[in-house]
Nanobody, 120 residues
């Protein structure tokens, strides 16, 4: 089992920055990739960014050039640095972990989410 706890959300003005953190614990040796997803009110949850155990990354187009995903393996923590935030980035952001052999995306493990609100 893997436990994920997000932090770092909050209220920020458009153009501002936030850094989200996802602290993980449990059977991390079985995890191939960690990612961030978000869900805005009235919308489906969507993929934002992913980082593999080897450090490869991928992003959804609307955040490319603004968001950066990284990981500190010693701390079992994944980060999402969000710059140039826009009101449309407002959502609950969820951390996700995918097990080895199941691909990188939409893994089995989820955090509880952290709210990000961007005011115009």
């Amino acid at each position: 089992q893997v436990q994920l706890v997000e932090s770092g959300g909050g209220l920020v003005q458009a153009g501002g920055s936030l850094r989200l953190s996802c602290a993980s614990s449990g059977s991390m040796f079985s995890i191939s990739a960690m990612g961030w997803y978000r869900q805005a009110p009235g919308k489906q949850r969507e993929f934002v960014a992913v980082i593999s155990s080897g450090g490869s990354t991928n992003y959804v187009d609307p955040v490319k050039g603004r968001f950066t995903i990284s990981r500190d393996n010693a701390k079992n923590t994944v980060y999402l640095q969000m710059n140039s935030l826009k009101p449309e980035d407002t959502a609950v952001y969820y951390c996700n972990a995918a097990r080895e052999g199941t691909g990188w995306y939409w893994g089995d493990y989820w955090g509880q989410g952290t709210q990000v609100t961007v005011s115009s």
